[in-house]
């Protein structure tokens, strides 16, 4: 038996990195233990990151192609330089994953490189070597659905690992699943001059969000070249050397037809990786879709085993599985942290970026809850028209009697940051009034936030 721990967490992604350095942070022993030859798990290594790089770079190529003459500015022979682009990305991931190994140098948390598996309550193994701890914390994220019929070889059908790596644009780009991966890198590859088809089971895009926003969502992408395939499913999917044939069905079943892809983008949903963790010998249970089962305060039914993250249930965000990594570790020195699952913002990265926090309109009425809606259109916006982004809205909630904020959806320019402040303002149980109270500076996008809020009572001032 080698060194012992108070806590040993499994993963280093943004759950497992944030719970080792708050638990370190408090005073306890901690090592993390990550396979990867990086730290930072999915989100910095090969999703929220990588990403976003890709999604800000290829911005600014539309903007320098499509955008930047209307503002007067005239730039000639706009060429594409991917390698250089791709290039720029992998120094982005590079800096940030290293940024966490000196956090956990600086707090003290020990790396243990390697494959953890856990032996039983209070004992850890990596690759061969076992280790005593009081707590171990799951934190081992999660991996793409597979879809029977369509085999990922990560080259011409690829997950998102190998939608971030194409080292040329298609020219036909075919999504399966039209979420945050499917519409977040189909922008990317529509922005750099690939034709992109998306294919959605279901008869709507980000099946979970509020459906006024899904359709304005819907109508913006399809401006842009976006094409959908609705209510259909993709049955099969045959490589050959130059592209991939792919047979679609009508959902609901009927005849098949077939469409050809160069690329073919498989991301129907992502579930909890678990593979070699031991969790069948050490009798840790899992829910009814393979979650771990955890008791809403981080705990597995094996005492001293816990569980974050993408690992267990709740949307399968960095910054959900951050919150949980610190309320976890909290709870481990005997602090009583309280975590409001209504207030995690989603935020898809797309422009218009799209984001929303609390209920939708159909969760509240299925709940038979009395809401007041308050919206304000970006078009109405001061600073929104002199950047010359008008398309979208900003769409309050508040229960009807008492004016408490259930919720916000936007759809607009920065909307991902926008949403903060409804989110904040959920978090200390804020009135739609108070936030039309509090003073906005002018000209901000906030401004229509606050006109939003106005708009519930019915007194916008600007439309
Ligand atoms: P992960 O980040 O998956 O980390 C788990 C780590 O555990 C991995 O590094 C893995 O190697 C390691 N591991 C697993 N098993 C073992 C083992 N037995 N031993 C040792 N190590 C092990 N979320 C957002 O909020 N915003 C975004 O913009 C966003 N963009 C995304 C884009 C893409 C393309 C993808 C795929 C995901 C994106 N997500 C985004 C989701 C986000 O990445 C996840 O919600 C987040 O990473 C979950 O964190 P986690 O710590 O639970 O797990
Ligand atoms: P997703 O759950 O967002 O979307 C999957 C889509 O595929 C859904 O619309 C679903 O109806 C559809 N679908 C399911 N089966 C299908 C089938 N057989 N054929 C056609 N469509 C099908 O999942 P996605 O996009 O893979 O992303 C996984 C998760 O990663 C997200 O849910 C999110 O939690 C996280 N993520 C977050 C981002 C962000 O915060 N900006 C960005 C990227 C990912």
């Not at 190529?61 to 992998?90: I, P």
């Not at 797309?350 to 926090?357: I, K």
């Not at 970006?378 to 900003?394: C, P, S, W, Y």
């Not at 108070?434 to 019915?458: F, I, M, Q, Y």
């Amino acid at each position: 038996m080698s060194e012992a721990f108070d806590v040993i967490v499994i993963g280093a992604g943004p759950g497992g990195y944030v719970c080792a350095i708050r638990a370190a942070q408090l005073g306890l022993k901690v090592a993390c233990v990550e396979k990867r030859a990086t730290l930072g798990g999915t989100c910095l290594n090969v999703g929220c990151i990588p990403s976003k790089a890709l999604l800000q770079s290829s911005e600014h190529y539309e903007e320098a192609l499509h955008k930047l003459a209307d503002h007067g500015v005239q730039v000639g022979g706009v060429t594409l330089d991917l390698a250089r682009m791709q290039a720029r990305k992998g120094e982005v991931v590079a800096s940030n994953v290293k940024g966490i190994e000196f956090l956990f140098k600086k707090n003290k948390v020990t790396w243990l490189k390697g494959a953890g598996r856990i032996v039983s309550p209070g004992r850890v193994a990596v690759d061969g070597t076992e280790y005593e701890t009081k707590h171990i914390v799951i934190a081992t994220g999660s991996e793409s659905i597979p879809l029977p019929g369509v085999e990922v070889d990560e080259k011409r059908v690829v997950t998102s690992t190998g939608g971030l790596e194409l080292s040329e644009v298609p020219k036909h780009l075919v999504v399966i699943g039209g979420g945050y991966i499917g519409l977040e890198l189909g922008s990317v590859w529509r922005r750099l001059g690939a034709e992109v088809t998306v294919v959605e089971f279901l008869d709507r895009l980000v099946p979970a969000m509020d459906t006024e926003v899904g359709k304005a969502f819907e109508r913006v992408l399809g401006k842009q070249g976006f094409k959908f395939r609705l209510k259909t499913k993709v049955t099969g999917a045959k490589v050959d050397a130059d592209g991939v044939d792919l047979t679609l069905e009508p959902a609901a079943g009927g005849a098949a037809e077939t469409l050809r892809a160069d690329v073919v983008l498989l991301a129907i949903g992502r579930r909890p990786y678990l593979a070699g963790l031991g969790l069948e010998e050490a009798g840790v249970a899992l829910d009814e879709r393979g979650r771990v089962a955890t008791d809403g305060h981080f705990a597995t039914n094996v005492p001293g085993i816990w569980a974050i993250g993408d690992a267990i249930a709740g949307p399968m965000l960095a910054h959900k599985a951050e919150e949980e990594g610190v309320a976890l570790a909290e709870q481990l020195v005997g602090q009583k942290p309280h975590l409001n699952p209504l207030t995690i913002p989603g935020v898809v990265y797309t422009w218009p970026e799209v984001a929303s926090v609390g209920e939708t309109e159909e969760m509240l009425k299925a709940r038979g809850q009395g809401y007041k809606v308050g919206k304000f259109p970006f078009t109405a916006n001061g600073r929104a028209r002199a950047m010359g982004e008008l398309d979208g809205f900003v769409k309050l909630l508040a229960d009807d009697k008492t004016d408490r904020l259930l919720g916000a959806h936007i759809i607009g320019p920065d909307a991902g940051t926008l949403i903060a402040e409804i989110a904040l303002a959920m978090e200390f149980g804020a009135s739609s009034e108070d936030v039309a109270r509090t003073c906005h500076a002018h000209p901000s996008l906030n401004e229509a936030v606050k006109e939003a809020a106005l708009a519930v009572a019915g007194r916008a001032l600007h439309i």
